[in-house]
Every structure is written in C-alpha cells, then in structure tokens.
C-alpha cells in the first residue's frame, strides 16, 4: 500500500509540473522541481502519531482510548498476518527516536511528531 501512495503522490506531482513520464525524469528532481521535501508516507505517519499522542494523554474511560486498547478475541485467517495501525505507529516511534510516555510532555512529542521545529 506504501508503493501506492508513493506512486499517486508523484502522479500528482508530476502533472502539476508537467513533465511526462515518458521524459524519463527522476522523483527526486520533479520533487526539486516543485520544492517538496517530504513524502505523503511521512505526512501521514506524522498525523498518525499526533492522533496517538492525543488518545493516550485521555482518561482511562474514555471511549477512544478505550477502542485503542480494545484486542479483537478471534484469531486472524491462515495466512501471512497482516500489519496493525499500532504496529505501524510503533515503528513510526522508533523512526523518530520517540518512546512509550514521551507523549506525556506536549511540547517534546510535537518535536519528536515534526509538528514544530524548535522549543
């Protein structure tokens, strides 16, 4: 699903300069081009994380975090088991340098998520 995303997100992109891929031109220039830096992939890993953040500093009886924790009591079909949100967040974390509590202090979880840039 990432390659996906990637993929309609430099669509996008390269309509919007008008370039066609038949002109064999790298993402990384069409990406120069239009004076993006980051990826769509990082965009949502970012706002995943601002949402995670949000949900664990909630009360305990709240019914978001409730949902957050909530583990299904079926088992998955055989088969090659399937990636979790939480999973992703997760490693998302440890992109970022970022542990389990460090949602706790606002100001050092938005540095960590990349929704500011300096204290």
Known sequence: MEQRLLALEMDFWRRSAGISRMERV???KIREIMHVQ???INEIEK???VWYGHVQR??????????????PS???KKGRPKATWIGGIHKAMSERN????????????QLGTGR???L
Not at 58 to 71: A, F, G, N
Not at 98 to 109: A, C, M, Q, S, Y
Request: proline share 5%; net charge positive; glycine share 4%.
């Open 116 to 118: 500011r840039r300096t």
């Open 47 to 49: 706002r995943q994380l």
């Open 98 to 109: 970022l542990h389990p509590g460090d949602w706790e202090n606002r100001k050092g979880w």
């Open 74 to 76: 079926e088992r998955r």
């Open 38 to 40: 980051q990826t769509i």
């Open 58 to 71: 909630m009360r305990e009886d709240q019914i978001p975090k409730k949902v957050l924790k909530w583990i």
């Open 26 to 28: 790298a993402n990384i």
